[in-house]
């Protein structure tokens, strides 16, 4: 079975500054898709970023990077010069890319307020 | 904007009585997915249609149930309403390919069912 751990419930950063929000996964599937989605208090999920287990690079999306390490199962999110409108629950997500559906497997999520 | 639109935004029911939740999927999408998300949770899936059939099952009993219609809009019923069944309601339309891979999902903005 799939499951997405982020051990920070809540972050501060200040504006213009780089934040890393951490996430570790465990699975026993030899091809997966690791996700990024962002969430503000309206409730929409907003996608952010995708890596591929066998992906060779780790992706970048504007702002946002992942951190993507495999031998250690964990898959961070930095998100550079941080905007206000970056304040939100940010959620970690992965999924079975061998299997004909699609179900995500969410992490907690973890808070993130950004300061003036 | 994702293009996926979910109605109604907010419902309120009591214990025992069923509920309908509709989703319109982005345009030429054939997967929809529902999510369950409680409070300072991560969305937890629900069951995955495609092509009007049911692919896919969560961890949830058969009094949830659902319907993908020819124009890929989406209902989730829910019988005999418990009060843990108040949470966000999140749809996500993707288009199901072959390949598989990132296929991103677009999340409606939800429907937030209170149970009382």
């Known amino acids: 079975a799939q499951k997405i751990t982020q051990t920070q419930p809540g972050m501060f950063v200040q504006e213009k500054e780089a934040v890393t929000l951490d996430c570790t996964y465990d699975t026993s599937d030899p091809s997966y898709g690791l996700f990024w989605y962002k969430q503000p208090s309206s409730g929409e999920m907003i996608f952010l970023i995708y890596?591929?287990?066998?992906?060779?690079q780790n992706a970048t999306e504007g702002r946002y990077s992942l951190n993507f390490q495999k031998a250690r199962k964990s898959a961070n999110l930095v998100i550079s010069a941080s905007q206000l409108g970056d304040s939100a629950m940010y959620f970690c997500a992965m999924r079975d890319l061998g299997t004909s559906g699609y179900a995500l497997n969410f992490g907690k999520g973890t808070s993130l307020l950004v300061t003036p | 904007e994702t293009g996926v639109t979910q109605s109604p935004t907010h419902l309120i029911k009591t214990r025992g009585q069923q509920v309908t939740l509709r989703c319109s999927s982005q345009s030429g999408h054939n997967t929809v997915s529902w999510y369950q998300q409680a409070l300072g949770q991560g969305p937890q899936f629900i069951f995955q249609?495609?092509?009007?059939?049911?692919?896919g099952r969560g961890n949830f009993p058969p009094r949830f149930s659902g319907l993908q219609f020819p124009n890929y809009s989406s209902e989730l019923n829910v019988n005999a309403l418990e009060l843990d069944d108040s949470a966000l309601y999140l749809c996500a339309s993707t288009l199901m390919n072959v390949a598989g891979g990132q296929n991103e999902q677009f999340f409606g903005p939800g429907t937030r069912l209170t149970v009382l």
């Open positions: 249609y495609y092509r009007e059939e049911e692919n």
């Open positions: 890596q591929g287990s066998y992906d060779q």
